[in-house]
């Protein structure tokens, strides 16, 4: 988009019960100035995406990197600009107070400006078992990503770690200022978005609207048509607070689904 990125966003932008967490405060400033002390290829799909250790004074953490460069041209999002949409989903996720994204930087890395994200060990599990076992944390998720306009909300996007805490992860086919969702949870279509939910949502819209910051830190990340779409979705949901139903089209599921 041709606009400066922050090296770091303020940590005022996000407010909420997860920018609160101490610990998340730590492990943001490791991501941002620690050293590089290796740098994996990780097996993965049409981008580049690199496994990062991190040193920092006495501690050690594993993260996932997403160049820009590395990053394929697709035909509706503008090149160069998914790193971007990564950290603008984790934003919106701590505004939110929701902790559903990762801890997420942008930095330079061995490949230049990109994405560095929180490794998170996983727990083996499928994302059947987490669909029957945790439908809360699923329903938030289907929240968030149509909130965000998620075009690729993959089964293997949703993560729960070996604390049992369920994470969402890969967003850089977010906040489109077109209508693009597509994800595997469509079972809370028709229902309606629990209110706990639309409290936070209405919260974030006075955020979004009273100049607090977290406008001026998006606005480094997604372009003007993609923040007021955003504002208008947001609306959309409020004014009737019931998950999408899913119309039966492949169109509205991401290939692969897994």
């Known amino acids: 988009m041709g606009r400066p990125f922050p090296t770091k966003v303020n940590r005022r932008t996000f407010g909420g019960k997860a920018s609160d967490d101490r610990s998340m405060v730590g492990t943001i400033d490791l991501l941002q100035e620690g050293d590089v002390i290796g740098c994996e290829p990780l097996p993965s799909g049409s981008n580049a995406v690199f496994v990062l250790s991190l040193a920092r004074h006495d501690k050690t953490i594993r993260a996932i990197y997403k160049p820009?460069?590395?990053?394929?041209?697709?035909?509706?999002?503008?090149?160069?600009?998914?790193?971007?949409?990564?950290?603008?989903?984790?934003?919106?996720?701590?505004?939110?107070?929701w902790g559903l994204v990762p801890p997420t930087v942008i930095r330079f890395g061995p490949y230049g400006i990109?994405?560095?994200?929180?490794?998170?060990?996983?727990?083996?599990?499928?994302?059947?078992?987490?669909?029957?076992?945790?439908?809360?944390?699923?329903?938030?998720?289907?929240?968030?990503?149509?909130?965000?306009?998620?075009?690729?909300?993959?089964?293997?996007?949703?993560?729960?770690?070996?604390?049992?805490?369920?994470?969402?992860?890969?967003?850089?086919?977010?906040?489109?200022?077109?209508?693009?969702?597509?994800?595997?949870?469509?079972?809370?279509?028709?229902?309606?978005?629990?209110?706990?939910?639309?409290?936070?949502?209405?919260?974030?819209?006075?955020?979004?609207?009273?100049?607090?910051g977290l406008i001026h830190s998006l606005s480094q990340l997604i372009s003007p048509d993609e923040i007021e779409a955003l504002d208008q979705r947001l609306t959309a949901i409020l004014r009737h607070p019931v998950f999408p139903a899913w119309s039966g089209s492949y169109r509205s599921i991401p290939w692969p689904p897994f």
Not at 77 to 89: C, H, I, K, M, V
């Open 68 to 97: 820009q460069r590395g990053e394929a041209p697709l035909w509706d999002f503008p090149d160069g600009t998914l790193y971007q949409r990564e950290l603008a989903s984790y934003v919106v996720s701590q505004a939110l107070g």
């Open 114 to 212: 990109g994405a560095v994200q929180l490794f998170i060990a996983t727990r083996t599990v499928s994302y059947g078992d987490l669909a029957a076992k945790y439908p809360p944390a699923l329903r938030r998720i289907a929240a968030f990503d149509w909130l965000v306009n998620n075009a690729d909300r993959k089964a293997a996007h949703c993560l729960q770690a070996q604390d049992g805490r369920i994470w969402g992860i890969d967003h850089g086919l977010t906040f489109h200022a077109m209508p693009k969702l597509r994800t595997v949870i469509w079972e809370f279509s028709g229902q309606p978005v629990p209110q706990d939910l639309i409290d936070d949502f209405a919260l974030l819209r006075g955020r979004l609207r009273n100049g607090d």
